[in-house]
């Protein structure tokens, strides 16, 4: 097997969907680089701050996480302590990728927006996408082209996740619509945890506001490589500083596996995922570099559901096996 000395490290963050209730919730007050970071986010809020790190927390909470006001702040706050978390622990990625708003996330750890600049914008966005119509996204077992004869009526392809795992967006009606058509047809479909039409025309109308909101906070290169999985390959100091490319992320669709498939094609990996659950490393492990043993990943959190006490025990496994001690390399501690 290769060993972990030999592959270069990619931060990887997911996107909306990726939310379950209590989401590294152990790590709150346990481990203080993710507390004080997740306290930033969310402290940055305002008024909402504390209902949101209530419902974070909670066994009941008030408002679901699927909720807008509650999924887009409480993940971004978690995607991005975890990798300030990861950093701290003297990690120094190779390569940065989030899916969706993992990509907002890790362009804000590279430095492109000031953490400040970014929860302003993620808020905006949030109030502004409650002027759409309410829509979802669909995730189904079949190529891009298979569902050629599925699209129309707004519904379009908002991410390709794999080689058939295919993400639909769209409204409520014309997705549903869709839904079952697809179950007559015999396609395995499931829908995800977003109330939203993202990555679909439907925010179209959001557009020209959220690109002049972000004109004046004023974007940067990225200090750290970063990948974007829209373009499937390295952001450019243009683009990063563009905010024409960063308002149309919400419309385009996320090339998720393409850009994976780029850069495992570059040399040996270990793909990190930093964030809740394991939904990029689920995707991974299916590429045939994670497969034959070239590359490996590491998801730093557990899956939904399995309590604050795994939280802990994940985090403690992953940061032995990313941290050398003192005679041993971390190579020793291989990964799959």
Known sequence: MTLLHRRSVVLMFPGTGAQHPGMAAGLYGHEPVFTDAVDSVLGLLGPECEAARSDWLAGDPAEALDADSRSAPLLFAVAYAMGRLAESWGLRPDVYLGHSMGEFVAATLTGVFRLEDAVRLLWERVRMQRTVPAGGMLAVVATPDELAPYLGDGVVVGAVNGPRHTVLSGCDEPLRAVARRLAADGLT??????????????????????????????????RKPLYSSYTTRPLSPGEAADPAFWAGHPTAPVLFWPTLERILADGERLLVEAGPGQSLSVIARGHEAVRSGRSAVLPLLPGPGAGPGEDRRSIRAARARLTPRPGRLPADLPVS
Request: hydrophobic letters at 30%; zero cysteines; aromatic letters at 2%.
């Open 189 to 222: 479909s499931r829908p995800l945890a977003t109330r939203t039409p993202f990555h679909s025309p439907a925010l179209a109308p959001l557009r020209e506001r959220t690109e002049s909101l972000i004109r004046e906070l004023g974007p940067t290169a990225p």
